[in-house]
């Protein structure tokens, strides 16, 4: 069991019209490992994200997760996929029209197999998980601040206890001091939970803090893939300035030495 | 093949008498949300029967996965207590004591009795703030107007002539396809009625009077404002969700002087001509039918209709549509700039601004109708 895939990208090439953006690339996403796919802007690395999501279809090439085609027409078996997956988009994508509750009560009533008693003491857990008071739970999204609305996403993504989790730029827009709190809230539930996680992201704390491999995407392919340290010494351009510049060197300084 | 495999090893009730003669429960298999499924609607009343037992010991150390899910329905089984004896492996203790800290949901809030009262003072005051913040708008407008005349060269003809493209020009195919259709039904049911008394001749009265005075500008009117008032609106209220407003604020460049009045302005010059065209063709669509239904010929229906027709509803007819137009668009800037950033907002705000812009344009011809009532009638 320890080899499979939870996610297995084969043979992959994207374009947008003559713009090629992926070229053959192929990955595979191990069970309980967080991977993290590292590029500059441009190189595909939300592109690729989205695919896997399904939410875009690839030029040629296949992407199985769970074992599933994406693009099966079994909707039972689609819609069990989703229901195994969290989704954390970069802006929160919180369903504007609903509450804080509503938003995360969404996916559960969705189920249609919870009670609504069941469901309100859920939501409070997931609440309190993210760290966010019970006073806010009927706020609309629009009345809160962007740190919250990060959270009660990720309140929202793990609503299903799902074993998959996406993860699209986890601390942009953050402050320093709420980015590393939000990197600390995802470790904790890593180590309750038996989680998979894919990370898109540009910030070097996160990256060390959380992943345990790296993709690094350039030129349409991935030009690295491995542990941070095996991948922070590798000679590439892209990889030598964005881990051995001089942020870089601040980030990685402990990791690597 | 996976599914099948979950569904095997779902969560396991096994009650026995342990070995000190105490009664045991011991649970098994996996106590998560995916793999409950179904048996989500039976399992709250089954563990509920073993927990209304006194003396049940649960032994929990068998459950090979529990996610959130499956310790609420136990805990909710309990009645949010742990039961007096309880095995636990220490990742289910972790689950749990996160249980115990979980806040309270807040309490619903009773609904006041007074709501029809509350609701009604509600509606008043909103009322009022709307009133209060046209009139601001409206004087705000003619601030601006003053200081234009003193500044001509700021006065804003790029914006004026786009708006003037946008809302007149790009309305012609849609108001000539309406009123050459009203004028066609018209024409026709007043042809048919008139034919039975043999008046046939006062169809030009019926279709110059009705077109020109009313129909013309009232169907442009609810089509502009349905259409440019709309999108005017949404503009605004885009440009708040995209902070575009708060730029040009900081910029130093007045959201009134550069947005507002040149929609205003230019929906007052292009009303009257798209009422023009309207009215135009209506009559050219009345007297096609005017002239198969009744074989009245068009070169007699248009040497009689100056006669028939008193000039002063042409001119009527063209000052309702200045006044409409620029009643609509500044009820439609006035709703976009209270659209607040978020889509929710966007949304209900273009629909009442829509709805109030259409209503005002009909109260605005029945007050017309009851000014001008001696005007242009023989």
Known sequence: ?257 | MMQKNQHDSSATLHRSIGEEGFPLLELGGRYTLAAMGRRLHALPAELARHAAEPGLRWDLRGIEQMDDAGAILLWRAWGSRRPDHLLLRPEQERLFSRMEAAPAPPAAVPRDAWWPMMMLGRGILLLWEHLVALVALIGQMLLDVRYLATHPARLPWREISANLYRTGAQALGITALVGFLIGVVLSFLSSRQLQTFGADIFIINILGISIIRELGPMLAAILVAGRSGSSMTAQLGVMRVTEELDALTVLGISHSQRLILPKVLALGMAMPLVVLWTSAVALLGGMIVAEIQLGLNHRFFLDKLPDVVPIANLWLGLGKGMVCGMVIALISCHFGLRIKSNTESLGAGTTNSVVTAITVVIIIDAIFAVVFSNVGLT
């Not at chain 1, 942009?172 to 989680?195: C, N, S, W, Y």
């Open chain 1, 1 to 257: 069991m320890g080899k499979t895939c939870i996610i297995e990208v084969e043979g992959l090439h994207t374009r947008f019209g003559s713009h090629v953006v992926h070229r053959d690339i192929s990955l595979c996403v191990r069970p309980g490992e967080v991977l993290a796919l590292v590029g500059g802007s441009g190189s595909g690395k939300t592109v690729l994200m989205r695919q896997m999501l399904g939410l875009e279809t690839p030029a040629a090439g296949s992407i199985r997760v769970f074992g599933e085609s994406l693009h099966g027409h079994d909707r039972e078996a689609l819609q069990s996929l989703r229901n195994r997956w969290g989704v954390l988009f970069q802006k929160g994508a919180l369903f504007s029209a609903l509450s804080v509750y509503d938003n995360i009560a969404l996916p559960m009533r969705e189920l249609r197999t919870l009670s609504e008693g069941m469901i309100r003491d859920l939501v409070m857990l997931k609440l309190k998980m993210v760290d966010i008071g019970a006073e806010h739970a009927a706020k609309m999204p629009a009345e809160l601040s962007g740190g919250m609305i990060k959270r009660i996403a990720l309140a929202r993504a793990m609503a299903l206890d799902p074993e998959l989790l996406f993860l699209d730029e986890p601390t942009a827009g953050l402050d320093p001091q709420l980015g590393e709190a939000f990197v600390k809230l995802i470790h904790a539930m890593r180590t309750e939970l038996t989680l998979t996680i894919v990370m898109a992201t540009h910030d070097l704390d996160t990256l060390v803090a959380l992943s345990d491999r790296v993709a690094v995407l350039a030129e349409q392919r991935i030009v690295a893939l491995g542990s941070l340290q095996e991948v922070a010494g590798m000679e590439h351009p892209f990889i030598a300035s964005f881990f051995r510049g001089e942020r870089g060197q601040k980030a990685l300084g402990n990791t690597l030495s």
